[in-house]
């Protein structure tokens, strides 16, 4: 069987394989990524191993893999259709890459993540260069930054990365390296000046409102959010300017981020929206709310995080206290999702592309991702923490050396 599986590995960039997620074929060499992933304490899903024992069907058998024994004597088609109902699929002819290796095309995720409202869910060939714009300005900033030395660490594989933030509720332990990654998005700002913006830091969790759209305002949120030697709460300081209070622990259980550059490739603006129906259907099932606008982000409950005192660890294990508070926080249903378009995170050829993140500090970079895998990603990833392997690009903080309490990445 080992030798079997080997093979099955071996054969996951072959273009001999069907262009479709759930022939037997392609299930076998997902499942043999799947016990990798397993083997370096990675929380996976198994729907694709869990009878890998066994033989696995032909092509011109049902066409139902290892997948028939998870999802209660169905094939994977037909328990989703009955499930979630119709699920609108990519258009014919629609070009995804099903030939070269998906599983570290993608490399992000080391440092913080920084969303922009924008209100928009397409932007220039480069984002960074719309003028007049904070992620202009911010870019500019984060360039400038002088850089910082951290430690390095060892991956057991070379797209699963350990975090270089703590878990919440503990200080850092050293400075982050990793420059901050911006991205532009279809977040409305919630600010009270409409022409300041709202801002989305991960993993620290904290949405930032009032960041003002200029060289000053951009500088501001570096200095006291994103910088590499603060942890998750921030600076502290009640005052103007850098001292206002702005930010808040968010209220989501999970994020996503569906990449719609369409300045960039058609594909992803094609895409996104698919996505984004096939995410309404699936996590209504769930009953599992969506902000798509960030009106959830404005008069949460409890001081802002600029107005905690006591001393860093103090402040961290609040910060850290808020975030345990989230619903569905643990898995599970119930609770809400955040989902925005970003701008271009690379890999267009794998389209749908998208990013989620978790309260944890879990960042997971999905690929060749079609509505019809949704109720996977729902399903496996954000109801239970755990990778779909057949979709993944790279992820970040997603090790988990106990999974006793089913949780997996979801947990700290």
């Not at 016990?35 to 990675?42: D, P």
């Not at 409409?194 to 830091?201: E, F, G, M, P």
């Not at 989501?252 to 996505?275: E, G, M, W």
């Amino acid at each position: 069987m080992l030798k079997k599986l080997t093979a099955g590995f071996s054969n996951l960039t072959s273009d001999s394989l069907p262009p479709q997620h759930h022939s037997p074929r392609r299930e076998q060499a997902y499942a043999v990524l799947a016990q990798k992933l397993a083997e370096a304490n990675v929380s996976v899903s198994d729907s694709d191993c869990v009878s890998c024992n066994l033989p696995c069907p032909d092509a011109g058998a049902s066409g139902a893999g290892t997948v028939v024994e998870v999802y209660g004597g169905k094939i994977y088609g037909d328990y989703v259709a009955e499930k979630y109902g119709d699920i609108e699929g990519l258009p014919t002819g629609f070009d995804t890459d099903w030939t070269s290796e998906l599983a570290g095309s993608a490399d992000g995720g080391q440092g913080r993540v920084v969303v922009l409202s924008t209100g928009k869910s397409d932007w220039e060939r480069d984002h960074t260069h719309e003028k007049k714009s904070l992620a202009h300005y911010l870019n500019e900033v984060i360039e400038a930054a002088p850089t910082i030395q951290g430690p390095t660490s060892s991956r057991p594989l070379p797209f699963i990365s350990p975090s270089a933030f703590p878990p919440p509720s503990e200080p850092l332990v050293h400075p982050i390296a990793p420059p901050p990654a911006l991205y532009s998005s279809s977040l409305i700002t919630q600010s009270n000046d409409s022409s300041d913006q709202t801002v989305l830091v991960f993993p620290d969790w904290k949405v930032v409102h009032e960041v003002e759209n200029s060289p000053k305002g951009a500088q501001e949120l570096y200095d006291a959010v994103l910088d590499g030697h603060l942890g998750r709460a921030g600076k502290h300081g009640v005052g103007e300017g850098v001292r206002r209070k702005r930010s808040w622990a968010m209220p989501y259980r999970a994020v996503v981020l569906l990449c719609s550059h369409k300045r960039r490739d058609k594909r992803c603006h094609i895409a996104a929206p698919l996505l984004r129906a096939a995410f309404h259907s699936c996590l209504a099932v769930h009953d599992i709310s969506i902000d798509e606008t960030g009106s959830s982000l404005i008069n949460l409950s409890g001081d802002a995080l600029e107005e905690l005192d006591g001393t860093e660890q103090e402040r961290e294990r609040e910060m850290g206290r808020r975030i345990r508070e989230i619903e569905g926080i643990n898995g599970g249903e119930g609770g809400e999702v955040g989902i925005f378009n970003i701008n271009h995170i690379g890999g267009h050829r794998y389209a749908g592309v998208m990013l989620i993140l978790f309260p944890s500090g879990a960042y997971i970079s999905y690929g060749r991702v079609t509505p019809q895998e949704i109720p996977r990603v729902v399903e496996d990833t954000i109801l239970q923490g755990k990778i779909v392997p057949g979709l993944l690009r790279n992820a970040v903080g997603v090790f988990h050396s106990n999974n006793a309490d089913g949780k997996g990445f979801l947990s700290w």
